[in-house]
């Protein structure tokens, strides 16, 4: 899962991903990031993420969405 | 029957006492039999499209979660006979037969509310351009359709439960009553708020007990509501009529006002209707989502947005926007710019292309005439200039040495909003894209002289008026301020229950003696209704 890092350290270098919870509560994921985001994640893991997941606890932290790669991977 | 007539509280009062009196587990069946009855005085037929709403949704629904439930079983009978890609298979052709079941029943509730809401303008644009191209003067008449009550309200809301069931987000109801219930419930089909079956359900089906406490603050927001709606909107809507029909009558200060005015009334308006039908709904003891979060205090096009019509924005954002944003052909066609224009484009596509779909379709909501295309789109144009002149702003506020906490900033941001979008307003009240635009532009023209006599008189807006008008704008706006640290009736209702009786009997005197009537009054109709 670094490559998970790679992609957010990609969109945001400055975040600490290891501690940060709120990427989209407070706002520091606009709405740019989380697309562009989508699209790395679809590519990287080949996974469908469709708009029922495109909820704020989803993305918050690298950890939710580590979660949710592995959510769906498994379906 | 109008949210603001005496027959409505005649009606609710009726329907408050049945409710209380019957036993809990009743009463949801009082609140849907009101319901129709409601909906029934509005045109007895009009009830046929909310039953053929309710009824295709309903089963549309039930079908997507049977299969579920089916699935479900059949991987779990089958859980050591199926390998991972046997397993994805199923589930993806499962998948499949869903959404067209949820493609049929969108596309058969879109159909109709279009049909309803555009076959008329259709016609009379293709009977325009006909006889302009060919000289045809043969018309194709136009069928009249009357839009039902609501219908765009209650066919968003049965749309976005049935996506909900498809999403596996909420269990599809299987009383069909019941569902019937979530679409029709009387004070919000209207004109909203549009609510979701995951909150809604609850606050309809559970348990409720009678608490004074909460009658007491449902009144309030009545009578809140009906002070916007009363006291403002209708009493401005006058001047606001007269000085856009006649604008070449009038000189720009007077229409700078109209425009003024116009932000207030529109609020008043349906900010007030919405105050009604959540306070009638907590007479029920049923909370309804909030649509308006003091949009005036915004400092930012985005952050309006997300405060006005806020269900019809979270609507329009889970259920057209986050499709679009993340659908697999946006996210290569992103991926395609990337890649051949550059990152900077290929970044934008996939966020403006959705967002342009979505301002016209919120255009097309409120109406099925051109300007209200335009002014969807001229919110969209601000709101991706506000997005690409971000980073500048922030360079000047540097240079200047200025903070985003700083009072004058918030202030002057305030400021800047609240004109913006008031003046993209004028296309609610005009009557063409062209006539918006000459109204904005005389706005800036002939400021040589202004006379208060002449919104005394011509403009309809005798000194009295004029004077209570802005009296409780600074009421609402002072109200709106102090909102901003917690509620002002939660804050009441802790006092004891004198002083809370004697707020409410003097609020109502207030809407009763600055009430805007008069001899044969009948209360403006709400402007969303319509659309």
Redesign the interface.
């Known amino acids: 899962m670094d490559e998970l890092r790679e992609i957010l350290e990609g969109i945001h270098p400055e975040v600490d991903y290891d501690t940060e919870t709120g990427l989209i509560d407070k706002r520091i994921f606009d709405s740019f990031d989380v697309i562009t985001l989508v699209g790395e994640l679809v590519d990287t893991f080949d996974v469908e993420i469709t708009a029922e997941q495109m909820i704020p606890e989803n993305f918050n932290s690298m950890e939710a969405i580590r979660n949710l790669i592995e959510r769906l991977s498994d379906e | 029957m109008s949210l603001i007539s005496v027959e409505f509280l005649f009606f609710c009062a009726f329907v408050l006492l049945l409710y209380y009196l019957v036993k809990d587990r009743y009463r949801w069946i009082v609140l849907l039999l009101s319901s129709l009855v409601f909906y029934c005085l509005a045109g007895p037929k009009y009830v046929l499209y909310l039953l053929f709403s309710a009824t295709s949704v309903y089963t549309g629904a039930r079908l997507i979660d049977r299969m579920n439930d089916t699935r479900d079983a059949y991987l779990s009978e089958h859980k050591d006979g199926l390998n991972r890609e046997e397993k994805?298979a199923y589930?993806a052709s499962v998948k499949k037969k869903q959404k067209r079941i949820l493609f049929l029943c969108v596309l058969a509730n879109v159909l109709v509310l279009f049909t309803l809401k555009y076959l008329d303008f259709g016609i009379a644009y293709f009977n325009y351009y006909r006889l302009l191209i060919t000289g045809n003067t043969n018309l194709v008449p136009q069928p009249g359709l009357i839009l039902p009550l609501g219908i765009s309200f209650y066919t968003f809301q049965s749309l976005g439960y049935v996506i909900d069931v498809y999403?596996?987000?909420v269990k599809s109801e299987r009383n069909y009553f019941r569902f019937l219930l979530f679409i029709s419930f009387f004070p919000q089909v209207v004109q909203g708020p549009i609510s979701r079956f995951s909150a809604l359900q609850q606050e309809l089906f559970s348990e409720k007990r009678f608490e004074m406490e909460r009658i007491t603050s449902g009144l309030y927001r009545i009578l809140w509501g009906l002070f916007k709606k009363l006291i403002i909107a209708d009493r401005l809507s006058s001047y606001v009529a007269r000085s856009a029909a006649f604008r070449m009558d009038y000189k720009g200060p007077y229409l700078l006002l109209c425009i003024f005015f116009y932000a207030f009334q529109i609020y008043g308006d349906f900010s007030g209707g919405i105050d009604v039908a959540i306070g009638v709904a907590e007479l029920f003891g049923i909370r309804l989502t909030e649509n308006f979060e003091r949009p005036f205090f915004s400092k930012s096009i985005a952050e309006y947005w997300r405060r006005w019509h806020i269900t019809l924005g979270t609507w329009f954002r889970?259920?057209i926007f986050?499709?679009l944003?993340?659908n697999?052909g946006i996210?290569n066609l992103?991926?395609w710019c990337k890649k051949h224009l550059g990152e900077a484009v290929g970044?934008?596509v996939?966020?403006y292309l959705p967002m342009i779909a979505v301002w016209a379709l919120t255009g097309m909501w409120h109406g099925s005439e051109s300007k209200f295309i335009v002014w969807g789109l001229l919110n969209c144009t601000f709101l991706i200039l506000g997005t690409e002149f971000e980073p500048l702003s922030k360079r000047i506020m540097e240079k200047l040495s200025l903070r985003e906490d700083m009072l004058i900033v918030k202030l002057y941001r305030i400021f800047k909003t609240f004109w913006l979008m008031a003046f993209l307003r004028v296309f609610d009240f005009v009557k063409t894209p062209k006539d918006g635009f000459y109204l904005m532009a005389d706005v800036f023209k002939r400021w040589d002289s202004f006379d208060l006599n002449e919104i005394y008189t011509t403009l309809l807006l005798p000194k009295e008026e004029l004077i209570v008008a802005l009296i409780a704008i600074a009421v609402l706006a002072a109200v709106s301020t102090i909102q901003r640290k917690g509620s002002i009736r939660a804050k009441i209702l802790t006092k004891n229950a004198w002083i809370q009786y004697a707020g409410l009997i003097g609020l109502a005197a207030v809407v009763l003696i600055f009430g805007s009537y008069g001899l044969g009054y009948d209360a403006q109709s709400f402007i969303y209704m319509k659309f």
């Open positions: 994805k589930k999403y596996g987000k889970d259920y986050y499709p944003s993340v697999k996210l992103g991926k970044k934008r996939p966020v």
